[in-house]
């Protein structure tokens, strides 16, 4: 009894997010900066006193979740991902700059509970890809090294879950965190070498599939009506 009361005076006191349409973005922006690769190949670092350049880049890492919650609980719906990581240095002869990017986009139906403040979210990722790029750039005429573009296909099947809390800060708006689990499988890889075409090949299937999983903390923020 005093249990049933307790359940109820919250729910009272807790403003539902829940009702009608349903969208939730998520994400955050990702700045890295590194010196992983130099003139002579190393981790990081020089041993010949030669300037080195590390690459930067401000990339971002987006989810979005759209959606009809039912009964103020059940949501149905789909969801998006997408995120990219640029890393850019200037060529500081005779060490080479480079011109790189790592590219995720995943896209699935998404179902889930929305229960006052508190939303899990399931999705099941139908396609997708991944895709790289590494290009060496010389600053002055040598020719670049590498030059090589990669694209991975998804296999369907890869899931996702959104486990999170959204603060109400008005009658449509709320804000608050997530945490996201990701784990997807890759069936096929697209190469693309600009300086060698020998090496080319589409869709060529994997033997043995690379798998990728993450465990991400993102900013939450959804619209309710």
């Known amino acids: 009894m005093i249990t049933s009361l307790a359940f109820a005076l919250l729910a009272e006191a807790t403003p539902a997010l829940a009702g009608g349409v349903y969208l939730e973005l998520t994400g955050t922006p990702v ?9 002579n190949n190393t981790l990081g670092g020089d041993f010949d006193g030669n ?9 971002y890492d987006v989810r979005g979740t759209l959606g009809y919650v039912f009964g103020k609980l059940f949501l149905l719906g789909a969801n998006i991902n997408s995120a990219n990581q640029p890393l850019k ?10 011109n790189n990017f790592d590219k995720n986009f995943e896209w699935g139906p998404a179902a889930g509970l929305v229960w006052n403040n508190f939303h899990l979210i399931g999705t099941y990722f139908v396609n997708g890809n991944r895709q790289y790029q590494i290009q060496n750039v010389s600053g002055d005429e040598t020719p670049a090294a590498i030059d090589v573009y990669f694209e991975q296909k998804l ?6 879950l959104n486990f999170g809390y959204v603060a109400k800060l008005s009658s449509v708006f709320g ?7 990701k784990s997807v499988t890759y069936k096929s890889e697209t190469r693309v070498n600009r300086l060698d075409e020998t090496q080319n090949y589409t869709d060529k299937l994997f033997t043995s599939r690379p798998v990728e999983v993450s465990l991400t ?3 939450a923020l959804v619209m309710s009506f």
Do not use: H
């Open 217 to 219: 903390p993102l900013l």
């Open 89 to 98: 240095s200037d060529a500081v002869p005779p060490a080479q700059g480079y």
């Open 51 to 59: 300037t080195i350049k590390p690459a930067s880049g401000l990339g």
């Open 175 to 181: 804000l608050g965190v997530s945490l996201v689990y």
């Open 155 to 160: 296999k369907s099947g890869g899931f996702q």
């Open 31 to 39: 700045y890295k900066k590194s010196d992983r690769q130099t003139s």
